[in-house]
């Protein structure tokens, strides 16, 4: 029972009031995204804090076309990455596209403050994007009525989450979707028992006690470093990404370094998104028609209520397909999503 514990651990968390700052352009030398950097927009690095007072760091894309008036977007995710990964590039490319975007690390994560490291929080993660909306109302020439967000993987349930509270935000996407407090709850397709959920917690708990006398935080396992080929599917895809030079970046704790092993406590007793189906502005659930993930966009799908709501499943994709693959992330139908319900 303790390897099944170990390995559901493992599985569960590798996934995983405004202040504006002085922005600072972004210099060509001093590019350090894994995507290649546009020539049609303009980038800053901005800070901003969240009503818990932990400032955030992010890159605002705007495009060099920009006027007054302008729809937003903020963009997070995937869980364990960095603005400088696919969250960057999906603030990038919609930029191109007309919108003024936010890629930023969440709490306790990247360029981002608080303290400890690498923890993730329901509520927090939660409150994150209602800070980046925070920030882009108050731009001068961003329209606060127009302001939309847009999650990857866990960040794409904490997107519907904000979106089900947060009734500024007038368009949510979801890339990918993870919901994080089910998964952790219940394991992958649900098969995680009330009794293997309370020994997870027993064992979560106990080292709880553990770093305490140590003064430490325990960190989780993470990715391999190498393959031996046995692995689940989807651990392969997720490794491809964060592993490899086509998403590795130094920052992220998914390419290197681990997340406090006890994060997964506070998920597996708040279930986020329990009131999504009081949603009333627009959604769009994008999945990949091969992603071992795909259930959890169709059964928030099956929640969500009204004609502004949509799912869209991409065929021939997998899971992490949708982080990087432009031939395969629908931006077309992202940007017309977007330019609907942001008019």
């Known amino acids: ?33 894994v995507f290649k950097k546009s020539d049609k927009v303009e980038i800053e690095k901005v800070s901003f804090k969240n009503r818990y007072g932990i400032e955030l760091v992010g890159d605002l894309y705007i495009p060099k076309d920009a006027k007054s008036d302008m729809p937003a977007v903020a963009v997070l995710g995937p869980f364990g990455a960095v603005k400088e990964q696919a969250s960057g590039l999906y603030a990038q490319t919609l930029a191109e ?17 608080g303290t400890p490291r690498h923890v993730a929080s329901p509520d927090i993660n939660t409150e994150d994007f209602s800070a980046a909306v925070d920030y882009l109302s108050n731009l001068s020439y961003v329209n606060p009525e127009k302001i939309g967000v847009l999650g990857i993987c866990g960040f794409g349930g904490f997107a519907i989450n904000a979106a089900a509270m947060d009734t500024r935000i007038k368009a949510a996407v979801a890339s990918t979707m993870y919901d994080m407090t089910r998964v952790n709850a219940k394991g992958y397709d649900d098969v995680m028992d009330e009794k293997a959920r309370y020994e997870l917690k027993e064992t979560l708990n106990k080292q709880r006690t553990e770093d305490f006398k140590n003064g430490t935080f325990s960190p989780a396992a993470g990715l391999p470093e190498k393959l031996t080929g046995k692995e ?3 651990i392969k895809e997720y490794f491809d990404y964060y592993k490899t030079p086509r998403g590795f970046h130094k920052r992220s704790i998914n390419s290197n370094g681990n997340w406090n092993l006890t994060s997964s406590l506070s998920f597996i007793n708040m279930p986020i998104l329990q009131r999504s189906d009081e949603i009333q502005n627009a959604v769009l659930l994008v999945h990949g028609e091969n992603a071992h993930s795909r259930y959890f966009s169709e059964d928030t799908f099956k929640k969500l209520k ?12 997998n899971h992490v397909d949708l982080y990087d693959n432009l031939e395969k992330i629908p931006f077309d139908k992202i940007e017309q999503f977007l330019k609907e319900y942001l008019k």
């Not at 596209?97 to 403050?113: M, R």
């Not at 009204?306 to 994709?317: D, F, M, Q, T």
């Open 1 to 33: 029972m303790k390897l099944n514990l170990i390995v559901s651990l493992f599985l569960l968390l590798i996934m995983g009031g405004v202040l504006m700052t002085e922005a600072k352009t972004l210099k060509e030398n001093e590019w350090d995204k």
């Open 97 to 113: 596209k007309g919108f003024v975007t936010l890629a930023f690390d969440p709490s306790y994560t990247g360029e981002s403050g």
């Open 232 to 234: 689940p599917q989807f």
């Open 306 to 317: 009204g004609k502004n709501k949509e799912l869209l499943i991409v065929e021939g994709a």
